[in-house]
T-cell receptor, first 113, second 112 residues
Framework: DQQVKQNSPSLSVQEGRISILNCDYTNSMFDYFLWYKKYPAEGPTFLISISSIKDKNEDGRFTVFLNKSAKHLSLHIVPSQPGDSAVYFCAAMGKYNFNKFYFGSGTKLNVKP | DAGVIQSPRHEVTEMGQEVTLRCKPISGHNSLFWYRQTMMRGLELLIYFNNNVPIDDSGMPEDRFSAKMPNASFSTLKIQPSEPRDSAVYFC??????????FGSGTRLTVV
């Protein structure tokens, strides 16, 4: 049973517009969340993270929002660029298990020029 | 820093054969993880080691899968015998801090 879910396998967005990628989790013990980006034939790379004590974290064009009551987080990319086209994985980690990340199934983002 | 190094990059093997995937973590990282990526389930954690000791292997799908970490700079994931449903991309990652695994480039395994 997947504890981290990304229900949209793909998303297509026009260049310059906002991309919103969503992620839901079921385990209330998760308290640290990350987004990873993956290009074809490469391993995932860390993009941005958020702790459960915050509800927003921003890094340049990337912002992650956390809604603990809904067990939902989202990644916003503004403005989207063609180079953002990749698979994005959401990951969560529990309070007492610092080494174990649970990943979602990924969302493939396509930013059209 | 060369990052996490996995070999081979691609492996094609016949059903029933033994397959060994290799990983060299980043020097100084004390945790190592093996993940499998499939279309249906995304990234699944198979097993992870801390200071060369297996901590959690609950994700290993069957007894056909085994992993070892004989020292801090090397780990293997073995599938014996391999089956077509084992076809996937297998990633190794290492870490030493709260934030961020560093992933290798993966091994694409095809079992025919």
């Amino acid at each position: 049973d997947q504890q981290v879910k990304q229900n949209s396998p793909s998303l297509s967005v026009q260049e310059g517009r906002i991309s919103i990628l969503n992620c839901d989790y079921t385990n209330s013990m998760f308290d640290y969340f990350l987004w990873y980006k993956k290009y074809p034939a490469e391993g995932p790379t860390f993009l941005i993270s958020i702790s459960s004590i915050k509800d927003k974290n921003e890094d340049g064009r990337f912002t992650v929002f956390l809604n603990k009551s809904a067990k939902h987080l989202s990644l916003h990319i503004v403005p989207s660029q063609p180079g953002d086209s990749a698979v994005y994985f959401c990951a969560a980690m529990g309070k007492y298990n610092f080494n174990k990340f649970y990943f979602g199934s990924g969302t493939k983002l396509n930013v059209k020029p | 820093d060369a990052g996490v190094i996995q070999s081979p990059r691609h492996e094609v093997t016949e059903m029933g054969q033994e397959v060994t995937l290799r990983c060299k973590p980043i020097s100084g990282h004390n945790s190592l993880f093996w993940y499998r990526q499939t279309m249906m389930r995304g990234l699944e954690l198979l097993i992870y080691f801390n200071n060369n000791v297996p901590i959690d292997d609950s994700g290993m799908p069957e007894d056909r899968f085994s992993a070892k970490m004989p020292n801090a700079s090397f780990s293997t994931l073995k599938i014996q015998p391999s089956e077509p449903r084992d076809s996937a991309v297998y990633f190794c990652a290492s870490s030493s801090a709260l934030v961020g695994y560093t992933f290798g480039s993966g091994t694409r395994l095809t079992v025919v």
